[in-house]
């Protein structure tokens, strides 16, 4: 049995008839491994995992954990970045076309740029801060479209066009970035 963990990645269940309590295990490839007794769930080796990650971490090799301080690092400073950003210039934008918003967050989920709540919020992804600023500018535009039309439909596409002339080319060099950090 395996499943995935948001830090540590693949995880694998290796039961053990002799097992009394769950061993964890870290290969030289970094794959950890959870021996553990017959009648293991994943629900039972995820809360495992989530009791011991300091426990886990110590046995990483040396270079996972400074992989991972890194990241985080990388992620704070992006994240003070954006927050001095982001707000202000959805707010210019908004302001110069007219647009009512019920207010703005900051995520930093893996997949999206940005999205927009039925409560009229906001989300624009962090790794924004990563971006050219016309792109940022794009998503931005894109998202405050979205408050007068709910789909992407060609009225939508027309009202991002009028205020983005260089959208379609926006979009493309967009998919050259991933907004994860
Ligand atoms: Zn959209």
């Known amino acids: 049995m395996t499943f995935n963990d948001s ?70 400073h992006l994240m003070k970045k954006a927050r001095e950003y982001l707000p202000y210039r959805l707010e210019f934008w908004a302001t110069k076309y007219g647009y009512k918003y019920s207010g ?18 906001i989300s624009l992804n962090i790794g924004l801060m990563k971006v050219p600023e016309p792109l940022r500018d794009y998503v931005i535009l894109h998202e405050l479209a979205h408050i007068n039309h709910m789909d992407h439909s060609a009225e939508f596409w027309a009202e991002v066009e009028s205020h983005d002339p260089a959208y379609r080319r926006h979009r493309k060099l967009l998919k050259q970035y991933s907004p994860g950090v």
Not at 46 to 74: M, V, Y
Not at 104 to 120: F, Q
């Open 7 to 76: 830090e540590f990645g693949e995880v694998v269940i290796r039961k053990n008839a002799w097992s009394t309590r769950p061993k964890f295990s870290v290969a030289t490839s970094g794959k950890l491994t959870i021996s553990a007794p017959p009648h293991t769930t994943v629900f039972l080796a995820k809360r495992w995992l989530n009791a011991s990650r300091n426990e886990i971490r110590a046995k990483l090799p040396i270079k996972d954990p400074s992989t991972q301080r890194a990241r985080d690092a990388a992620k704070k």
């Open 104 to 121: 703005v967050r900051l995520s930093h989920a893996n997949t999206r740029w940005g999205s927009r709540s039925s409560s009229g919020t």
